[in-house]
């Protein structure tokens, strides 16, 4: 028998993850954040939830939360320290099988951007990859090469 995925079972399945979101920017939050970028962060995944729970007609398709997932990853794909670390321990206990993967060093690896969302992935973590340690400099540099090829085979988009 073959499980299908319907756009029920993963919003439903996202709107978990986002829980555990909130509740790590709740009860682990950044030591770098002030009230108000946990309060930010915290209203933004649940407009998210929301959004996902209910979205508009032409966006109740598995393509179109593929975005919702990006955005409610994004941190916690690319980020480190105690509150993501939480947040994945969370995800496994929950049983949610979402992978933890760094989409930067993939696209490395790759040599090219396949896509808008990976796109607006390299664009949000760029400057953060780097201050972190994520990416060398010679890395970044290539990233850059990277983010421009994808953008001049992409301008009419």
């Not at 179109?64 to 321990?89: A, H, M, R």
């Amino acid at each position: 028998m073959t499980l299908t995925k319907t756009y029920e079972t993963e919003s439903q399945k996202l709107a978990k993850a986002i829980d555990i979101a909130v509740d790590a920017f709740t009860h682990v939050c950044p030591k770098n954040f002030t009230k108000e970028n946990q309060d930010h962060f915290i209203k933004t995944y649940l407009k998210w939830k929301e959004s996902c729970l209910n979205p508009e007609a032409k966006y109740r398709n598995l393509q179109s939360l593929k975005y919702d997932i990006n955005n409610v990853f994004t941190y916690f794909q690319e980020g480190t320290g105690p509150t993501v670390e939480y947040f994945w321990g969370k995800i496994a206990e929950a049983g949610l099988y979402y992978n933890r993967e760094n989409r930067i060093k993939k696209i490395l690896d790759r040599g090219k951007i396949r896509g808008r969302v990976e796109f607006e992935c390299v664009v949000d973590m760029f400057v953060v990859a780097q201050q972190n340690g994520m990416i060398t400099k010679d890395e970044a540099l290539r990233l850059s090469d990277i983010l421009k090829n994808y953008e001049l085979k992409n301008k009419n988009e």
